[in-house]
């Protein structure tokens, strides 16, 4: 009798085609892994691609490709990834924003490269190990709301649209984390540690932006002295700050080493202004939707407008806790994310 097949293998399995050729996304981590996994188990033809975005080692990537009985390319994006994502990055955190690392590097990186990759292979789609999902939405494709709590579909809101119908996603498929774990589990695949900096930050330097701890400096609210911090790069925009009262770090001046301190009162903001948004060109200009900024996991009622020139408005229907200027909105109809933008007020 033929075994019955995991619930979760069978939800995998079906976003993919048996017999298409797809290029894997393989940072040797284990999402990417199980990712790739998949695709080869549900019959497309898998090329893993490793992109070298800094000096660094790609042996897991390796060691993945070689587990799955997968070929594996490495595709050398140093240069590139040197002025697309660190030298903004860092100096966005130099002039005092808040980003994301991971949309920041996904959006001007990671996604771009491997599209650029599928067409020099010839490849039909993209595999990557987002929690995420990717479904049909009028004539295309669009990026909805994964089905666990561990959702990381804000992370391409600044995705280029053009590149959406190319990417599949099947990690989004999983009910919960705890079901992709049973399943590494199972496979003999092993969870990783939750990385305290962006992975690009995460035991390296770089001659642009030695990453140490920053310039020290005061914390200051109001023209008053209220305390010290040990160093700029300690610090993060929106966070109670380390002084007698309810105060909150509303700006880093990364130069000077002063940090600008308000209460939590002063941050509620309604109305937000975006700059560098990205939305299909049929979306309606001006349309209900909820919005998710940063790191936060609850999403809030707005009413979007979007203007010609890469700017949009939102008028959040209940005040929003301590948006940050360089945060990323993520904004979405429903379950769909329609687009997002960065906060510039």
């Not at 290029?23 to 999402?31: E, K, N, P, R, V």
């Not at 990453?211 to 020290?216: Q, T």
Request: charged share 25%; proline share 4%.
């Amino acid at each position: 009798m033929k075994a019955r097949q995991d619930p979760l293998e069978t939800r995998l399995f079906s976003c993919f085609t048996p017999g298409s050729k797809v290029i894997a996304g393989l940072d040797g981590g284990l999402f990417s892994t199980l990712a790739a996994w998949a695709a080869n188990q549900a019959g497309a033809v898998v090329e893993g691609v490793a992109l070298r975005l800094y000096e660094e080692e790609l042996t897991s990537a390796q060691k993945a490709a070689d587990r799955l009985g997968i070929n594996l390319t490495v595709a050398d994006y140093r240069a590139f990834f040197g002025e697309d994502v660190l030298s903004s990055y860092f100096s966005a955190l130099k002039d005092g924003l808040a980003l994301s690392s991971c949309a920041f590097c996904a959006n001007r990186g990671r996604i771009a490269y491997l599209f650029n990759e599928l067409m020099k292979l010839g490849g039909e789609k993209i595999v990557v190990g987002d929690i995420a999902r990717i479904a049909r939405w009028k004539d295309s494709y669009a990026v909805y709301r994964a089905k666990s709590g561990a959702d990381a579909s804000r992370n391409l809101a600044l995705a280029n649209p053009l590149t959406i119908p190319y990417l599949i996603m099947p990690l989004g498929e999983a009910e919960s984390i705890d079901e992709l774990s049973t399943l590494a589990k199972k496979l003999g695949f092993e969870m990783e540690p939750e990385r305290e900096k962006p992975c690009f930050l995460n035991g390296k330097t770089y001659p642009i932006f030695p990453f140490e701890s920053g310039v020290k400096g005061e914390l200051i609210y109001r023209g008053e002295v209220l305390g010290v911090h040990s160093g700029v790069y300690t610090l993060q925009l929106g966070a109670r700050a380390a002084v007698d009262g309810d105060y909150y770090i509303s700006h880093i001046d990364a130069l000077t080493g002063v940090v600008q301190l308000s209460k939590k009162e002063e941050l509620y903001k309604r109305a937000l202004r975006l700059i560098n948004t990205t939305f299909r060109k049929d979306e309606p200009p001006i349309s209900k939707v909820s919005i998710l900024v940063g790191k936060r996991y609850k999403k809030t009622p707005a009413l979007l407008e979007i203007f010609f020139g890469g700017k949009a408005a939102l008028m959040c229907k209940s005040p929003l806790f301590s948006p940050m200027r360089g945060e990323i909105a993520a904004i979405y109809s429903g379950e769909r994310l329609i687009g997002g933008g960065v906060i510039d007020g």
